[in-house]
């Protein structure tokens, strides 16, 4: 069986868990989220391979590279990432992936970024089932009305995160 590295990774702003497979990133994700089985079985059915605790380096530069995030000394990952999920889910993420920071869009933009337009329900069920929070900016996705929406770590933390983009690197 095929082994995921996971490290948990605790921060004032928020508890990670981290996972790589492969020397990449497959897991970077809120630890106490309500989708946290569904994400956990869904990577480890698609990579046919169980969690191991066990660190390595690139579990390390993921935890360097939150801690200069959170500390606003750092607005672009440099990570390899491996995404986990449906094709659909897939070019979401890549299209989320490419709003910058301090940024924000709606689904509705999201959709229209990938070309289906009336995608808008299923660009937010994929929004939810990112497993790269934080790497993946799903934090940077707000309401067609500019209201904060779900989020994984909850809606005060992502009124945190997009505070603390928005009062950096301006």
């Known amino acids: 069986m095929n082994q995921i590295n996971i490290q948990h990774f605790k921060h004032p702003y928020a508890e990670f868990v981290l996972g790589s497979y492969d020397g990449k990133l497959c897991l970077c994700d809120f630890r106490y989220r309500k989708m946290r089985s569904t994400v956990d079985d869904r990577i480890k059915r698609s990579l046919n391979a169980e969690f191991v605790e066990r660190n390595d380096d690139v579990l390390e530069s993921t935890k360097t590279q939150l801690e200069e995030y959170f500390l606003g000394e750092r607005s672009v990952f440099d990570i390899p990432l491996l995404l986990v999920g449906t094709d659909f889910q897939k070019s979401v993420w890549g299209a989320l992936n490419k709003v910058k920071y301090g940024d924000?869009?709606?689904?509705?933009?999201?959709?229209?970024?990938?070309?289906?337009?009336?995608?808008?329900?299923?660009?937010?069920?994929?929004?939810?089932?990112?497993?790269?929070?934080?790497?993946?900016?799903?934090?940077?996705?707000?309401?067609?009305?500019?209201?904060?929406?779900?989020?994984?770590?909850?809606?005060?933390?992502?009124?945190?995160?997009?505070?603390?983009?928005?009062?950096?690197?301006?």
């Open 104 to 170: 924000i869009v709606t689904y509705q933009d999201l959709a229209l970024s990938i070309g289906n337009e009336s995608a808008v329900r299923a660009v937010g069920n994929a929004n939810g089932a990112n497993g790269l929070a934080i790497i993946i900016p799903c934090h940077r996705v707000i309401g067609s009305q500019g209201e904060l929406v779900g989020y994984g770590g909850g809606l005060s933390l992502k009124k945190r995160l997009l505070e603390l983009e928005r009062n950096l690197f301006i």
